[in-house]
C-alpha cells in the first residue's frame, strides 16, 4: 500500500476546501495535514492555527507526531496531504518566502562543541547569507535575548546542557524570525534549566511579539493562559485556550483532562 492509498479509507481527506480567510492572519496554519510512511499513518487529517505572537503548546506523548508535523512544516518531508502555511505563505508552493519568517529548534541538538558560542553564531548566519558585520551585531543581539553574553567566548563544549539549548534558540533567532518552532526543547534538562528555557521562551512572545509552537509531552510545561492542542496517536483531540479544553474535558487540570482525552496521562517529572 502506498502512502496515498493509506488515507484512501478516511473520508475527511477527500479534497481540500478553499483557504479559510483567518489562515492569512494566522502566524502558523496546519490544514488538513495527514501523513504516512508507507502504510503507518503518522497524522491523520489534523488542523489547528498559531494566532501571532502567541504561544501554543502541541501536548503528545512519544510516538503522537509531533516531530513528523515539524518535518512537515519545516520542509524535511513533502506535503502528502493537506496545506501548510506561515504567516500566509504555502510552505509548498512559496517555501522561500514561508520559511524566512520561520526559526526552529529541533530535537537532536546540531552544535559544533569546539566551536565558541559566537563561532556558532556567526556559522549559522552565514549559511543565512547574513554579511559578517551584520552576522557579529545579531549574535551579540540574540545572546543578550536569551540570558548568554557572557558565554559569548566560551566554547560549546563548556556549556551547560541548558546553555547549549538556550544558544540553540539563540541561532534560531538569528535571522530574525516571526514565528519560532521548539521540538521536546527541554529534553535531558533538569527542573532549574527547564523553567529557564521556558521563561526565555515565554519573554520572546510577551516582549518581542514571536509566535511560538511549543512541542511537549509534559503538562507542567503549559501554562493556564496558553493556547493548547492535544495530538494523540496522529489525531488532534482537543483544542483551544488550555481553561476551555479542561472544561470540555469536565477536568479540574491538565493532567486529568489529557487522561480523559487519551486515555493515558503524560508525564509532569523530568524528561525522559
Ligand atoms: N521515519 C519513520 N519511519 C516510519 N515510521 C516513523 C518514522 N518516523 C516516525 N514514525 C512513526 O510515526 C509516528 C509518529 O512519530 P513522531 O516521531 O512524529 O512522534 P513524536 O510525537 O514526535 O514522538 P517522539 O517525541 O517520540 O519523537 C510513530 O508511530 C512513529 O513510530
Redesign the pocket.
Known sequence: MTATDAFSADQNTQGFPPRPDAAETSALSIERVS?A??T????IDIGFSVAPASFTALL????????????LITRLFGIQRGRIGIFGHDVARAPGEALRLLGVVF?PRTLDLDLSVTQNLLYHAALHGIGRRDARARSGEVLVRIGLADRAGSKVRDLSGGQMRRLEIARALLHRPRLLLL??AT?GLDVKARADILNHVRQLVAEQGISVLW?T?LFDEIGSNDDLVV?H??RILAQGKVARVIADAGASDINTAFMRLTGSSAQSGSPT
Open positions: 501523513h510512511y508507507g503507518r499513518r503518522a497524522l503528545g506523548l512519544n510516538g503522537a507526531g509531533k516531530s513528523t508535523l515539524f518535518s530535537q521540538d521536546e529534553v512541542a509531552h495530538l496517536q496522529g
